[in-house]
C-alpha cells in the first residue's frame, strides 16, 4: 500500500504531462497540480521516514504550556479521577508553581478564544471593504497574463520546430531530443502554472483575508465547544508565548491577531480573562474604534494580506 501510494505521488501525470516508452508528452488532461507542488512533494519524500518514536499517554494540553517561574514545560498527569497541568521542574526543582486542573485550563482557554472575537456587525462590514477593493482591482492584471501566453505560445512553436528538425534532418539522438523535449515542456508547463495564478490572483489576495476575518467573528462561538482538542487548535492559531502563573493562562497574540488585540482595550501582555467575562471582552471591549464605517484598518489587512508574486 505505501509504495502505491509512492507511485501515486511520483507520477508527472498530476501536474499536466506523461511519460510513454521514456518520452515526455504534453497531456489534453486538466492538471490536479502545479509543477512547483509537484517539485516541493519529491523533496518532501526524500526527506521522510524518520522512526517513530515511543508514545506517551494522551493528554490533550500537553507540551502546549510552559511554567512562566522557571520555564520548564508543562506536563500533565492524572491524579484521583482528574488530570492536572504541573510543571516539570525539571531545571527548578523547588519551582512553586501549583498544579492547575484540565477543567479549568479549558474554561481559560475558551476565554482566550472569545477575547480575540471580533464582533459581527464590525467583521461583516470588513468583509464589505474587501468585496469592494477586490472588485476596484479587477482587470488589473491583463497585461501579465498577455506575456505569459506570449511566452507560452513562443514554447508551442519551438516544441514544433523541435520535433521537426528530428523527424525531419535527424538533427538529435533520440535520447538527446527527448531531453530538449522535455525542457521545453516543463518550460511550459511553469507558464501555464504562471497564467493559472494569475487567475487566481484575487482569490490568493483576498481569499485569506476574509477567511480570516470570519475565523475572528467564529472565535467567540468556537469558544463554546466542549471539544478540547478543537479549543487547542484554535488557541495554538491565534496565540503564542503560552504560559502558566499561579494557575493562570498567560499568551501573547499570534501574527494578525495582535492587531485584533491592539484595536481593542484588551492588554498586550494579558492574562485569560475570567470565563464569566468572556463574553464581555468578545463583544464590547474589542469593539474596534478606529473601524468605523467611513473608515478603514489598513493595518490589518496589510498583516493577513500574502505577498505579490
Known amino acids: 500500500m505505501a509504495f502505491r501510494f509512492q507511485y501515486l505521488l511520483r507520477n508527472p501525470f498530476y501536474y499536466g504531462v506523461f511519460v510513454l516508452n521514456d518520452e515526455m508528452h504534453e497531456g489534453a488532461h486538466e492538471p490536479l497540480i502545479t509543477k512547483e ?7 518532501v519524500m526524500k526527506r521522510r521516514s524518520k522512526p517513530n518514536s515511543v508514545r506517551l499517554k494522551s493528554y490533550v494540553y500537553r507540551g502546549l504550556f510552559h511554567c512562566a517561574e522557571c520555564g520548564c514545560g ?22 512553586s508553581q501549583p498544579y492547575l486542573r484540565e477543567e479549568n485550563a479549558t474554561e481559560q482557554i475558551a476565554a482566550v478564544l472569545t477575547s480575540v472575537s471580533l464582533p459581527d456587525d464590525r467583521a461583516d462590514w470588513l468583509i464589505e471593504q474587501l468585496e469592494g477593493e477586490r472588485q476596484e482591482r479587477g482587470g488589473l492584471l491583463g497585461e501579465a497574463k498577455r506575456q505569459a501566453q506570449m511566452q507560452i505560445e513562443k514554447l508551442d ?79 495554538e492559531k491565534v496565540g503564542s508565548n503560552l ?21 481593542g482595550s484588551f492588554a498586550q501582555h494579558n492574562a485569560a480573562p475570567e470565563i464569566s467575562g468572556a463574553a464581555f471582552v468578545g463583544e464590547t471591549r474589542l469593539y474596534p474604534t478606529k473601524w468605523s464605517d467611513g473608515e478603514s484598518n489598513p493595518d490589518l489587512l496589510n498583516a493577513i494580506q500574502p505577498s505579490s508574486r
Not at 37 to 43: A, C, I, N, R
Request: with cysteine.
Open 243 to 263: 504560559t502558566i502563573r499561579d494557575r493562570q493562562l498567560h499568551w501573547e497574540p499570534r501574527g494578525a491577531w495582535k492587531l485584533v488585540v491592539d484595536q
Open 74 to 95: 508543562i506536563t500533565m498527569e492524572t491524579q484521583k479521577g482528574h488530570n492536572y497541568l504541573r510543571c516539570t521542574k525539571r531545571v527548578k526543582k523547588d519551582c
Open 157 to 235: 512553436r519551438q516544441l514544433d520546430r523541435l520535433t521537426a528538425a528530428y523527424l525531419d534532418a535527424g538533427a538529435f539522438t533520440a535520447a538527446e531530443f527527448r531531453k530538449r523535449k522535455e525542457e521545453a515542456l516543463n518550460r511550459k508547463r511553469k507558464f501555464l502554472d504562471d497564467l493559472a495564478a494569475l487567475d487566481r490572483d484575487d482569490v490568493r489576495r483576498f481569499e485569506p483575508l476574509k477567511r480570516f476575518v470570519n475565523g475572528s467573528k467564529q472565535m467567540k462561538y468556537d469558544a463554546q465547544t466542549s471539544n478540547p482538542q478543537e479549543l487547542r487548535a484554535s488557541l
Open 37 to 43: 507542488l509537484f517539485d516541493k512533494v519529491q523533496e
